[in-house]
């Protein structure tokens, strides 16, 4: 059976499954199999290098399988060059890393096969924040905020971030900005 022209793969379907389930070695073990078996299947690459980064947990100095990771995520870019849904999950797991500046680029990168990916957005506003560049941090939320304002929610640290930059009157109350820089928070 086929979903939307592309044919159903229930082997990677139980994968992701369990992966959600939290079953993370044995979604390994699969996703291991779907890719062995086709090598070029962009969901299940990017699925396994998503999975073997989860299955650091506190480990974060297992380079070996961090290494891993990052090629089935690079394999999984390279398969379709594209789609920046490998390069966004890539980005998210140099960012959880520990590698801000790596996971930027990466961003970037996102945002040149899709401009209007917004999450990709948030989280270089977030890296930005946590990095202390907070000018830049407030206007990517901005950024963020007009190409899907449902991002918002998730933006406590704005007021702190615009507080810092000076973006702020004595009153607590946003400064204009000169045109071109939008006054949203």
């Known amino acids: 059976m086929s979903i ?3 044919k159903r793969n229930k082997e990677y379907e139980q994968a992701v499954r369990l992966l959600a389930d939290g079953q993370v070695d044995d979604a390994i073990r699969s996703l291991r199999i779907i890719v062995d078996e ?12 998503v999975a073997m980064i989860q299955s650091l ?15 089935f995520l690079d394999r999984a870019a ?5 789609d920046p849904v490998p390069v966004f999950n890539k980005a998210v797991c140099l960012r959880e890393l520990g590698r801000p500046n790596d996971a930027i680029t990466a961003f970037e ?4 096969l899709e401009e209007r990916f917004a999450l990709a957005i948030l989280h270089m506003a977030e890296i930005n924040y946590e990095l202390e560049n907070y000018e830049e941090a407030v206007d990517l939320a ?24 000076g973006l702020l009157d004595e009153d607590g109350n946003p ?9 949203m928070f």
């Open 4 to 6: 939307f022209g592309r």
């Open 38 to 49: 086709n090598p070029g299947f962009t969901n299940a690459l990017t699925s396994l290098g």
């Open 57 to 71: 947990g506190e480990n974060k100095e297992d380079g070996h399988t961090i290494t891993e990771a990052l090629e």
């Open 78 to 82: 390279s398969t379709n060059p594209k």
């Open 109 to 112: 990168h996102v945002l040149e």
């Open 142 to 165: 901005r950024l963020a905020a007009i190409r899907d304002p449902s991002t918002t929610a998730t933006m406590s640290w704005v007021r702190d971030a615009m507080e810092k930059a």
């Open 175 to 183: 400064i204009d900005k000169p045109e071109g820089h939008p006054k």
